[in-house]
């Protein structure tokens, strides 16, 4: 295994005992690992994570949170290892809204919502920690460490470093 999965998966068993700060990764981790689609005229929310463990965290905090049930599927193609596809369809829209990924007038949000980035430094580190089981990696430590997550945007890049900034 690299370090990468090790580091993921042990961050898919940190315990979050603060509703708010568990909503903060949710949002997170849906900004960065997945986005909005519509199907059959519906708002779908979708998320590709690498892990099983981050499915079902994610799954699971859902359902706790906002109490919607999501379907998880594994896909895998090519070269790629297997990945896991995290969907919501039937309550889709009211789950964007509640995340931030769309606004009242139903126009997707390209960054964090402010009331995540602005929030306490629990909730910070959790918007990372959902940044990082999204999109995160990490290089072997030597004399070029890093730590990268991959964007899907520049409001999404610029709210993952303010967040960084504010911790």
Same mark, same amino acid.
């Given at each position: 295994?690299?370090?990468?999965?090790?580091?993921?998966?042990?961050?898919? /068993? !940190?315990? @979050?005992?603060?509703?708010?700060?568990? *909503? =903060?990764?949710?949002?997170? &981790?849906? +900004?960065?690992?997945?986005? $909005?689609?519509?199907?059959?005229? /519906? !708002?779908? @929310?979708?998320?590709?994570?690498?892990? *099983? =463990?981050?499915?079902?965290? &994610?799954? +699971?905090?859902?359902?706790? $949170?906002?109490?919607?049930?999501?379907?998880?599927? @594994?896909?895998?193609?090519?070269?790629?290892?297997?990945?896991?596809?995290?969907?919501?369809?039937?309550?889709?829209?009211?789950?964007?809204?509640?995340?931030?990924?769309?606004?009242?007038?139903?126009?997707?949000?390209?960054?964090?919502?402010?009331?995540?980035?602005?929030?306490?430094?629990?909730?910070?580190?959790?918007?990372?920690?959902?940044?990082?089981?999204?999109?995160?990696?990490?290089?072997?430590?030597?004399?070029?460490?890093?730590?990268?997550?991959?964007?899907?945007?520049?409001?999404?890049?610029?709210?993952?470093?303010?967040?960084?900034?504010?911790?």
């Amino acid at each position: 295994m690299t370090l990468t999965h090790d580091v993921k998966e042990e961050l898919a /068993r !940190v315990r @979050v005992q603060r509703p708010q700060a568990r *909503a =903060a990764e949710v949002a997170s &981790l849906l +900004r960065f690992s997945g986005g $909005l689609h519509v199907i059959s005229g /519906r !708002v779908a @929310v979708e998320s590709e994570v690498e892990s *099983a =463990a981050i499915a079902r965290r &994610l799954g +699971r905090d859902l359902l706790d $949170l906002y109490g919607v049930r999501a379907e998880i599927a @594994v896909i895998s193609g090519g070269s790629r290892q297997r990945a896991y596809l995290v969907r919501v369809v039937a309550q889709g829209e009211t789950l964007a809204r509640q995340t931030g990924l769309l606004d009242a007038r139903r126009r997707p949000v390209r960054g964090l919502p402010n009331r995540l980035t602005t929030g306490s430094l629990e909730d910070l580190a959790a918007i990372w920690r959902g940044a990082f089981l999204a999109h995160g990696s990490l290089t072997d430590p030597g004399r070029s460490a890093a730590l990268e997550i991959a964007c899907p945007g520049n409001e999404a890049a610029m709210a993952i470093v303010g967040a960084a900034q504010r911790l």
